[in-house]
């Protein structure tokens, strides 16, 4: 194969799914190493950049996803006219931010920071794939552990949880 046909080949295998695919699955389907596979992965973004194109690749951990250039974000919301509604209630993105934070987390843990019954929000966020089970925590009644998801990593457009903007805990008002 030539080099035009392993970059359309990554090309359809990014566009044709829905989750972030790692590179070490690209390169056992186009039977290559990791850094070749790494290689054209790179000239595919470049081409993207070089361009100006409506798409682009986003990276998360050792994974890569094709989506739009967040440059047209703003036509993008008017095409689909995304409501208020239909994004995270500052309930959720409470219990999120927490879960996001501690991982890996017990529904206890997360009530006890919070102060309340937090079922709801938990399988709100499960439901949307930005927080899943982790394990169990190998104590009495072996209580689920929490965590986020690479699709939490994807939508708040973040490469890993160490991106995470750091917290002033001095600074923090009661």
Request: proline share 2%.
């Amino acid at each position: 194969m030539n080099k035009k046909e392993y970059l359309n080949i990554i090309e359809a295998l990014l566009f044709s799914s829905v989750e972030p695919v790692s590179i070490k699955k690209i390169s056992q389907v186009i039977e290559l190493t990791e850094i070749e596979t790494r290689t054209f992965i790179n000239e595919l973004e470049n081409e993207y950049k070089d361009n100006e194109r409506g798409i682009q690749l986003y990276y998360f951990k050792d994974k890569v996803q094709i989506g739009t250039n967040s440059k047209y974000i703003e036509h993008i919301k008017k095409m689909i006219k995304t409501s208020r509604n239909k994004g995270l209630s500052d309930a959720a993105m409470e219990v999120l931010s927490i879960v996001a934070y501690k991982q890996p987390i017990t529904k206890s843990e997360i009530e006890y920071i919070r102060g309340i019954n937090s079922d709801r929000m938990i399988n709100q966020l499960i439901e949307r794939y930005l927080v899943e089970e982790k394990g169990r925590l190998e104590k009495i009644g072996r209580p689920k552990l929490y965590g986020t998801t690479d699709i939490f990593l994807r939508n708040f457009n973040i490469y890993s949880l160490k991106n995470l903007p750091k917290i002033d805990y001095d600074n923090i008002e009661e």
